[in-house]
């Protein structure tokens, strides 16, 4: 049976990806289709499950996401060219004339955009038992469509232990390290690798 043991994910995306990459998502075979709920600033994903034993009473996985609202502007205000005037205002000989400037400088646009923010460990971005892992899955292609933000997991698949690292919607190489506490007495025989692993 595969299932999660470790996630973290501080995953951004606008909204509106977000609900254009579920028009027509890649699910795994489990999952017949995902039901999107927002309430006020929360997103729940949930997953419909395609083994009509599950009861439907049975809370299956979910993802939840914080909707934030952010200012993108077409021109980061911060940028400008290296040994270059600040943006917005021009370069040219003589004088500088400063009250000339302020007064031909243009406001750069902005628009508010809201992001959904897939921000913390398991029990807060990926809830309930049932589909757990095949929502997991949901996830990690939902972070391949993120530019920013990382997405790092232990899990098992086959009994098998995998590690998964996205990056700004890349996948990048991930190890898992096992180690043993010495400080724990009485556990001199076992090592508790599901809370001493991390991923380089």
């Not at 595969?2 to 994910?9: E, G, I, K, M, N």
Request: with cysteine; net charge negative.
């Amino acid at each position: 049976m595969s299932r999660v043991y470790r996630l973290h994910s501080t995953l951004e995306l606008p909204l509106e990806d977000v609900y254009e990459y579920f028009e027509d998502p890649e699910l795994p075979a489990k999952i017949e289709d995902v039901d999107i709920t927002r309430r006020n600033n929360t997103l729940i994903i949930s997953a419909v499950p395609a083994d009509e034993s599950i009861s439907k009473y049975t809370p299956t996985a979910q993802l939840k996401a914080s909707v934030t609202e952010n200012r993108v502007y077409e021109e980061d205000p911060e940028e400008q060219e290296p040994g270059g005037p600040p943006s917005g205002r021009p370069s040219g000989g003589g004088s500088p004339q400063w009250g000339a400037f302020e007064d031909e400088e243009e406001e750069i646009e902005s628009e508010l955009v809201e992001y959904a923010c897939f921000k913390g460990d398991r029990e807060t971005v990926l809830q309930n038992t049932a589909l757990q892992y095949p929502m997991f899955e949901v996830l990690c292609n939902v972070a391949r469509e993120a530019e920013k933000g990382t997405l790092t997991a232990i899990a098992t698949v086959e009994e098998k232990l995998r590690a998964v690292r996205i990056v700004d919607g890349e996948d990048k190489p991930a190890s898992i390290t096992v180690t043993e506490d010495p400080a724990e007495d009485g556990a001199a025989d076992s090592v508790d690798w599901r809370d001493n692993k991390f991923i380089s």
